[in-house]
């Protein structure tokens, strides 16, 4: 009888111990291993200096594009609404959009701002120095380099051929995930809210 009695002590213990299930498994391409996130500072609306450190304990989505961009930037920014929507009030409070300008030169601060404005007025849009850009666009792994047009494509006389990502950080810092410009908003708010609850 006290065999059977512990017996049923470490099938107990046995079954306990497995409750944690699998590892969660993000819907983007996760970062294995995780590693910080590379610096990112420069000026948002107002000429008000922005940093990515200063966003601790959110969870940061963070893309790079230009306000001039005539499809994927306008269309991944829409997406960041979507996501935005797909989460209760109490979480939007601890997520932040990041909209990171790769044409420094046309991007001023305000007009990031205004940019970014009217499709989340929690969005952060940023302009970083053309001086330092080379430097964060590299530690992201980004491609940005101009290509003219004629003014039939765009008035503005180039554009910007750029990657079209958006990265996933954590409340500490930590990138987690990548997913392409189209990836699906709900897919996203899922990965969202695990690293919220974390």
Same mark, same amino acid.
């Given at each position: %009888? ?13 079954? =306990? ?6 590892? @969660? ?35 940061? *989505?963070?893309?790079?594009? $230009?306000?001039?961009?005539? &499809? /994927?930037?306008? =269309?991944?920014?829409?997406? %960041?609404?979507? #996501?935005?929507?797909? =989460? ?9 959009? /990041?909209? #990171? ?10 007009? %990031? ?10 969005? $952060?849009? #940023? ?6 850009? +080379? ?12 290509? +003219?047009? &004629? ?8 554009? #910007?051929?750029?990657?079209? /990502? ?6 500490? &810092?930590? *990138?987690?995930?990548? @997913? ?13 809210? $695990? =690293?919220?609850?974390?």
């Amino acid at each position: %009888m006290r065999k059977i009695f512990f017996l049923l002590i470490f099938l107990a213990a046995a079954s =306990l111990a497995g409750c944690g299930g699998p590892p @969660y498994s993000f819907h983007g391409t996760a970062y294995n291993p995780i590693i910080p996130a590379p610096e990112l500072a420069g000026l948002q609306a107002g000429n008000t200096p922005f940093n990515l450190r200063d966003l601790d304990e959110k969870v940061k *989505l963070v893309f790079f594009g $230009y306000t001039f961009c005539p &499809d /994927v930037c306008p =269309l991944t920014l829409a997406n %960041m609404k979507s #996501v935005y929507e797909q =989460l209760s009030t109490l979480q939007q409070r601890d997520v932040a959009a /990041v909209f #990171v300008s790769v044409d420094p030169e046309r991007d001023t601060p305000d007009r %990031m701002g205004e940019y970014v404005h009217a499709f989340n007025p929690a969005f $952060y849009g #940023v302009q970083v120095p053309l001086d330092a850009l +080379e430097t964060v666009k590299q530690e992201y792994g980004v491609f940005a380099a101009k290509r +003219e047009v &004629d003014s039939s494509q765009s008035a503005a006389g180039y554009l #910007v051929d750029h990657t079209a /990502v958006v990265y996933l950080i954590d409340k500490d &810092d930590n *990138l987690r995930a990548i @997913y392409p410009s189209d990836a699906l908003a709900a897919d996203i708010a899922a990965d969202v809210a $695990y =690293l919220l609850k974390q």
